[in-house]
């Protein structure tokens, strides 16, 4: 089965340009997960979508980040007027979802943002 | 805050020994803990998870110890071997609930 994919793989952009990066998770996880990684850094956890609940934003770094997910399918992180300090991988993960038990996830490749 | 620590950024180790990750959390509500390996360009991986009502979970070469009261936990790997050479994550949270990722710890295994 198709795992959790990402596009673009990479993306080189201009200080000041909005980027739109893309996550299509597993079928059927409910659960999904936005990661940014700078270089030498750990997992710097973003945004969470679950269900039909409001997601829980409380990671995002600043109101130029937003991010949307469609029902239980696509989501869709967006970075504004990007910054030198915004280039990273930016990871998504699905996961599923379940009361009393966490169940792991699962990472697409992340796509590389680079802020000239 | 950092609520999951590992205070190692890296560790190297012979083939066929034993590597010991640590990690460290200071929230009491989390029940769940995951370890995750990933290799460059790549996504991490799931490796293997406890549960707050076991102190000991055994995958293959792979153990995950857990002390509750030190609020500690780490993973064994036995024999190591060079294909181990990855940065580990370990991962903590309460049930069904977000996790909160440490910062990792690069593995090298010397052939």
């Known amino acids: 089965g198709a795992g959790v994919s990402q596009s673009p793989s990479n993306k080189v952009t201009e200080k000041g340009k909005d980027v739109e990066l893309r996550c299509d998770p597993i079928?059927?996880?409910?659960?999904l997960y936005w990661y940014r990684q700078r270089l030498g850094q750990g997992l710097e956890f973003l945004i969470y979508?679950?269900?039909?609940?409001?997601?829980?934003k409380s990671g995002l770094p600043s109101d130029r980040f937003s991010a949307e997910r469609t029902g239980e399918s696509v989501s869709t992180l967006t970075i504004q007027r990007t910054q030198q300090e915004d280039s990273a991988v930016y990871l998504c993960a699905s996961s599923l979802a379940g009361t009393g038990v966490l169940y792991e996830q699962y990472f697409g490749p992340g796509t590389r943002l680079t802020v000239t | 805050d950092q609520q999951v620590k590992q205070n190692s950024p890296s560790l190297s180790v012979q083939e066929g020994r034993i590597s010991i990750l640590n990690c460290d959390y200071t929230?009491?509500?989390?029940?769940?803990f995951l370890w995750y390996k990933k290799y460059p360009a790549e996504g991490p991986t799931f490796l293997i998870s406890?549960?707050?009502?076991?102190d000991k979970n055994e995958d293959g070469r792979f153990t995950v110890f857990l002390n509750k009261s030190a609020k500690h936990l780490s993973l064994h790997i036995v024999p190591s071997q060079p294909g181990d050479s990855a940065v580990y994550f370990c991962a903590a949270g309460p049930r069904a609930q977000k996790v909160t990722f440490g910062t990792g710890t690069k593995l090298q295994v010397i052939p």
């Open positions: 406890i549960s707050s009502i076991k």
């Open positions: 979508f679950q269900g039909n609940s409001a997601p829980d």
């Open positions: 079928s059927g996880h409910t659960a």
């Open positions: 929230n009491s509500m989390f029940d769940y």
